[in-house]
């Protein structure tokens, strides 16, 4: 069993997400403690007052939400009522049993796994204490669990179940609820160390994360905003602020998901690496589409990062199997966008997607065949500079 805790400024989100499911036939409300009536005749609305009583009473704690997700492995037995003994066992042992909690059983995904709402505020209006809960009260209260019932212990197994996370399409669903699905389930699976890798996995499902420009007070302030991709990579429809979310995929947040993802991708790059290798070494060389499709049925996104002159500068590998993402830099300069791009078949489609366009005559007249500059060692993305001719020192002039 996987336990994962994340905490929230809304019980109202929260709720508001699972509730979602359960229109959709995704989940089942199987559970709830601490409500005076019988939960299925509660509507939306009555089920987040509950929590509202009680953070109401101290509106000075703004982090006052709790959403766990326990997960279990697909050979796991597990019916209804075995379910509902872990939740309950669950929430005694991390000492939440007093709290009022709702409990919603997804099958949405691969693995069996159920989401718990709950409140950090207590009727007296003191915030519970969470400090290292993880380590301290949910990781033995796991490894107890897995005994108890006989489930399938989280080490020392494959922890990488399938997910199922579909592509924002416009129109189809709420933005916010699609945003916030797809967000929440890549921080929650993938491990990434930059706002840009975030965004390669986010692009993917057609989702992306904007700082807005440089010169902005949103840069300055270190905002964020969420849109929906069209299919030209163009966001479409209005952004979404991050801080609007339950799950506060605001930058400052987001930080600290990459100061993890920096040693939970370690051990995952030479797989990574190899699975890239068996399919370049398949070619001396290969259109532009069929490298991405190739490369996607070994499970790996292929995102070119390109200037605002559609000049790429760089290439980012997009591990699902695996649930990372690498900047070929990172790999290796064999995985580098110059090294890549050398194997196009199209050499038009080599200019296209490599080199700037001109803007004077000169490598015209400097360079008969415009592919000669591709033997050059340097960077594309910084200016080339031309030397001039070195002046004769003051001395030799004279003796001359």
Same mark, same amino acid.
């Given at each position: 069993m996987v336990?994962?805790?994340? !905490?929230?400024k809304?019980i109202? +989100? #929260? ?13 089942n409300?199987?559970?709830a403690s601490?409500?005076?009536v ?13 929590f509202?009583?009680?953070? /109401?009473l101290?509106?000075? &704690?703004k982090t006052?939400?709790?959403?766990i997700?326990?997960n279990?492995?697909?050979?796991d037995?597990l019916?209804l009522?075995?379910?509902?003994q872990i939740?309950?066992d669950y929430?005694?042992? #991390? %000492?939440?049993g007093?709290q009022?909690?709702?409990v !919603?059983?997804?099958n ?6 159920i989401?718990i ?5 207590q009727?007296?209006g003191k915030?519970k ?7 301290l009260m949910?990781?033995?209260?796991r490894?107890e669990i897995?005994l108890k019932?006989g489930?399938?212990?989280a080490e ?7 997910i ?6 416009y129109?189809?669903r709420s933005?916010k609820?699609?945003?916030n699905?797809i967000?929440?389930s ?6 990434? =160390? ?16 904007? %700082?807005?420009r440089? /010169?902005t007070?949103m840069?300055e302030k270190k905002g964020?905003? !969420?849109s929906?991709?069209d ?9 979404i602020k ?6 506060q ?8 998901d990459f100061s993890?993802?920096?040693?939970? %991708?370690?051990p995952k790059r030479?797989?990574?690496?190899? %699975? #890239?290798d068996?399919?370049?070494?398949? !070619?001396?060389?290969v ?11 070994? +499970?790996i996104?292929? &995102?070119?990062?390109q200037?605002e002159?559609?000049?790429?500068y760089?290439v980012?590998?997009v591990d ?12 290796g300069?064999?995985?580098?966008a110059?090294t ?5 078949a199209?050499k ?8 700037p366009?001109?803007? =004077? ?9 415009p592919?000669e500059?591709l033997l050059?060692k ?7 500079l031309?030397?001039?001719k070195?002046k004769k020192k003051?001395?030799?002039?004279q003796n001359?």
């Open positions: 336990a994962k805790i994340r !905490y929230g809304s109202r +989100g #929260i709720l508001i997400y699972n509730e979602t499911k359960v229109e959709q036939q995704k989940a409300l199987i559970m601490g409500f005076a019988d939960i299925e005749r509660l509507n939306i609305n009555q089920k987040i007052q509950r509202k009583n009680l953070t /109401d101290n509106p000075t &704690v006052n939400a709790m959403h997700s326990l279990f492995d697909a050979s037995k019916d009522q075995k379910v509902q939740a309950l929430m005694e042992q #991390i %000492r939440f007093e009022p909690y709702i !919603y059983q997804h949405d995904s691969a693995h069996p796994h989401h709402a709950t409140t950090l505020i009727q007296n915030r204490y969470t400090h290292n809960m993880g380590r949910s990781e033995p209260a490894k897995e019932y489930l399938i212990k020392g197994r494959n922890q990488n179940h399938s199922n996370i579909k592509p924002a399409i129109g189809q933005t609820q699609v945003i699905s967000v929440l890549v921080r929650e699976n993938y491990a990434f =160390t930059s706002l840009s890798e975030f965004n390669a996995i986010l692009g993917q499902f057609n989702v992306r994360a904007d %700082r807005g440089e /010169d007070m840069f964020l905003m !969420y929906i991709l299919e030209n990579r163009n966001p479409i429809g209005v952004p991050a801080s609007s979310f339950y799950s995929p605001t930058l400052t947040n987001l930080e600290k993890l993802g920096i040693e939970k %991708r370690k030479e797989n990574l690496k190899k %699975r #890239i068996w399919i370049l070494l398949k !070619y001396n060389t259109s532009k589409n069929t490298l991405i499709s190739e490369l996607a049925k070994q +499970g996104g292929l &995102v070119f990062r200037n002159k559609g000049i790429i760089g980012t590998y699902h199997k695996q649930r990372t993402v690498f900047n070929g830099s990172d790999l300069k064999a995985y580098s110059k890549i791009t050398s194997k196009f199209n038009d489609e080599i200019k296209a997607y490599l080199l366009k001109p803007e =004077t005559n000169f490598l015209r007249n400097q360079i008969s065949n592919l500059i050059e340097r960077d594309y993305d910084v200016p080339i031309i030397d001039k070195k003051k001395s030799q002039q001359l």
